[in-house]
């Protein structure tokens, strides 16, 4: 059984994607049958939270068989940029979703979907817009060319209830600086997943890497 997960402050969302680890992995899958021995090298590293971004015709696969197949991990959906991405991703068996901004149409699409959500935002006027609309969790995007750690930290005065997943250029180097911060809830990165780790299926480097990653905080 799974052990309960942490609770989101956002409407309509069951769990908070900031409370699950330090670190959640941006997955592109190429190949769907690479999908569940990668999640479970994430997982057995500490990671559970796994945001598969919908780049590639193989992402939908990729989302079912994770759900399907991987106990243990909260499989999402990056890059969603459409309503019709939401429904898809949700029958996929994505559990939350993340998208790079926001609309008023994706925004509307997303709290419908009623499972928990990161939209992005890379300004103070588009916090304060999604605050009006009862959101409080949020994907900073992109992290490193918005501000950095500088940004957020400017942030965290006038908007103290926002909480963010900085995401974009964030490597082991510098994300224990942004989960030092007392806005951030966790960060967003691929670097536990190395193109040639992945390409020669290595697994047990993968996990290694996750479990450093999952030590940052």
């Given at each position: 059984?799974?052990a309960?997960l ?51 015709p ?12 991987v ?7 990056g ?38 959500f ?13 605050l ?7 994907k900073?995007f ?14 965290a ?19 224990p ?19 040639d780790?992945v ?9 290694r890497l ?8």
């Amino acid at each position: 059984m799974n052990a309960p997960l942490p609770s989101s402050g956002a409407p309509g969302a069951s769990f908070s994607v900031l409370g699950l680890a330090p670190v959640v992995p941006v997955v592109v899958v190429e190949d769907a049958a690479d999908a569940v021995p990668l999640a479970r090298a994430l997982v057995a590293g500490g990671l559970p939270a796994i945001e598969v971004t919908l780049r590639t015709p193989a992402a939908p696969d990729a989302i079912r068989a994770i759900a399907a197949e991987v106990p243990g991990a909260v499989v999402g959906a990056g890059t969603v940029l459409t309503p019709e991405q939401v429904t898809a991703a949700v029958a996929a068996g994505a559990r939350f979703l993340v998208s790079p901004g926001c609309t008023d149409t994706l925004l509307a699409a997303m709290r419908a979907a009623d499972v928990p959500f990161l939209p992005g935002v890379s300004t103070a006027s588009e916090a304060m817009a999604l605050l009006e609309r009862g959101v409080r969790e949020m994907k900073f995007f992109p992290a490193r060319a918005a501000g950095g750690t500088a940004y957020l930290k400017s942030l965290a005065g006038p908007l103290p209830q926002v909480r963010f997943c900085p995401t974009g250029g964030i490597g082991p180097d510098t994300a224990p600086e942004y989960l030092a911060l007392p806005n951030v809830g966790c960060v967003g990165g691929s670097w536990m997943l190395p193109e040639d780790a992945v390409a020669a299926r290595d697994w047990d480097r993968v996990e290694r890497l996750a479990r450093e990653a999952a030590a940052l905080r």
